[in-house]
């Protein structure tokens, strides 16, 4: 069974500091890992994804996050934050041969003037 | 090119009432899976359908139902409502082969009075 643990619950940072959301996960086979965010009354939004090749994976507005397969971590990183970075994140994962996703709790990131 | 879209975006019934809501997948897209998100026990997949057959399925009992359509629209129905099943229900589509990203709807708001 696969399991995604979201360590920070909530997660404040002044604008244009770094910020880290940590993601582990547990699976007893290979898996491919994903992050999602969720913006107020709205659904997820794919952020980026690992699926095989190159261990660190970037999105289109910044974020980037590396796959760490011997610590079973996928944490997800952006130099430089800005306000509308305020959000839900998910971090998820699914098994080689399923579609079906595993959440983990999400992280709350709140981005402070 | 549309995106998933969900209907209703808010529904408010009474315990012991059955529900059905929709989702209109991204077009081409084959795969429907649905998630039940709650502040208690966040995300959770109910169940995946890919060309009208259940192909996968999570642990919710059986009150919970769905169905795909020859165009890949989906329905699911929760019938005999209780309080615990309010919650955001959210749809994803993709092209339905292994590990594909998901693409989420806005979702359902379902409330139980």
């Known amino acids: 069974a696969q399991s995604v643990t979201q360590l920070d619950s909530q997660v404040p940072v002044f604008e244009e500091a770094p910020v880290e959301l940590r993601c582990n996960y547990s699976s007893s086979v290979s898996v491919y890992l994903f992050w999602y965010v969720q913006y107020p009354n709205q659904g997820l939004q794919l952020l980026l994804k690992?699926?095989?090749?190159?261990?660190l994976v970037e999105s289109i507005n910044g974020f980037e996050a590396e796959f760490n397969k011997s610590q079973t971590s996928f944490h997800l990183r952006k130099p430089s934050v800005h306000i509308s970075d305020t959000a839900e994140y998910f971090c998820a994962v699914s098994q080689t041969g399923a579609n079906n996703l595993f959440f983990g709790t999400g992280t709350r990131l709140t981005v402070i003037p | 090119k549309a995106g998933v879209t969900q209907t209703p975006r808010y529904l408010i019934k009474t315990r012991g009432q059955q529900v059905t809501l929709s989702c209109s997948p991204i077009?081409?897209?084959?795969?429907v899976s649905w998630y039940q998100q709650t502040p208690g026990q966040g995300l959770q997949f109910l169940f995946e359908?890919?060309?009208?057959?259940?192909?996968n399925k999570g642990n919710f009992p059986g009150r919970f139902s769905g169905r795909q359509f020859s165009n890949s629209r989906s329905e699911m129905n929760v019938s005999t409502l209780e309080l615990g099943d309010s919650a955001l229900y959210l749809c994803?589509?993709?092209?339905?082969?292994?590990?594909?990203?998901?693409?989420f709807g806005d979702g359902t708001r379902l409330s139980i009075l």
């Open positions: 359908y890919f060309s009208e057959t259940q192909r």
């Open positions: 994803a589509s993709s092209w339905g082969t292994e590990n594909q990203p998901q693409h």
């Open positions: 077009s081409g897209h084959r795969s």
């Open positions: 690992y699926l095989s090749g190159s261990t």
